[in-house]
């Protein structure tokens, strides 16, 4: 069980869709593995007092991040990441299987963006990911729990056609998914390829680099 709820979300950009036209990549989100833990931390622990507390629904210590990112159970949950060129998580998604109840199964959503990086659209094209994933997992219902202040976590949430329940400055969003279909498997299909394949070439050109940069103080020197 996680130590903190993964559905309080921190700011999502604004911008549902990155504008190619104006020179933006666009966002790809590779699911993770243990493998990428200790990203994950340096993630999170990039997270100011007011993103955590977003985030995770209260302003938590590094250790409690610590227990939790330790926690994370990748056989049982999925945890969704967009990476930049120093392959550095920019965004995360973690998406946690609640309990099934007869046969309704519900998955709770939560996401991080670093302030860096947004405006991007990361929120976004991460819930997309999840949506499609809980609908490829027989999951009938997405769940998301986050501060009602989270305007741009509520502008996503009613985008996507979310009912959403408030209460005492929180908010609860319910999303009814139809059955998996095989566009949808071809399409989660599709996007886990393009960023597998999209973070290998950004390893490659990370390796490079650094290759290159050992050389320059002999370059230099002769």
């Known amino acids: 069980m996680n130590l903190l ?8 950009a604004s911008n549902d869709r990155p504008s190619l036209s104006a020179g933006r990549a666009p966002v790809l989100v590779r699911e993770l593995t243990a493998i990428d833990r200790e990203r994950l931390l340096t993630h999170f622990l990039a997270l100011d007092e007011d993103d955590r507390l977003l985030r995770f629904g209260q ?10 990112v330790r926690a994370i159970d990748f056989t049982r949950d999925t945890v969704f990441g967009v990476f930049n060129s120093k392959l550095e998580l920019t965004g995360v998604g973690h998406l946690a299987y609640l309990p099934a109840e007869g046969d309704k199964r519900t998955a709770e959503f939560g996401v991080s963006v670093l302030e860096s990086a947004r405006g991007q659209g990361i929120g976004t094209r991460l819930f997309e990911r999840a949506a499609i994933r809980s609908r490829n997992t027989h999951v009938t219902m997405l769940y998301i729990h986050c501060l009602s202040r989270n305007s741009t976590m509520m502008h996503i949430a009613k985008k996507a056609g979310m ?29 886990e390829q393009a960023a597998v394949f999209d973070y290998a070439l950004k390893r490659q050109a990370r390796q490079a680099s650094r290759l290159f940069e050992s050389f320059m103080p002999a370059a230099v020197a002769a």
């Open 5 to 12: 709820p993964p559905s309080s979300a921190e700011p999502i």
């Open 59 to 68: 302003v938590v210590p590094n250790h409690v991040i610590e227990n939790y």
């Open 163 to 191: 009912k959403i329940e408030y209460a005492y400055g929180e908010a609860d969003a319910y999303l009814t998914l139809s059955p998996a279909d095989q566009s949808s498997i071809l399409a989660e299909m599709l996007q």
